[in-house]
């Protein structure tokens, strides 16, 4: 039982760890080449619709 909470708490960590990273890559480079979000935040939806399209593709 405890191997498992500390294991899930690993995992919750390494996730939260995983996005603060992202988040500071995607902004150091935003500023790096002063981007508009608007362009940014169009190919974040590209990225995530296609994950999406992939994901249906697996459960047919």
Do not use: A, P
């Not at 191997?3 to 939260?16: A, N, P, R």
């Not at 990273?21 to 480079?29: A, K, Q």
């Not at 002063?34 to 249906?56: A, G, R, W, Y």
Request: net charge positive; proline share 0%; glycine share 0%.
């Amino acid at each position: 039982m405890e191997f498992s909470i500390i294991s899930s708490l690993y995992q919750l960590f390494f996730l939260f760890l995983i996005v603060f990273v992202i988040v500071w890559i995607y902004r150091f480079f935003s500023q790096k080449f002063n981007k508009k979000h608007d362009e940014t935040i169009k190919m974040l939806q590209k990225v995530v619709d296609l994950l999406e399209e992939q994901n249906k593709k697996k459960k047919e």
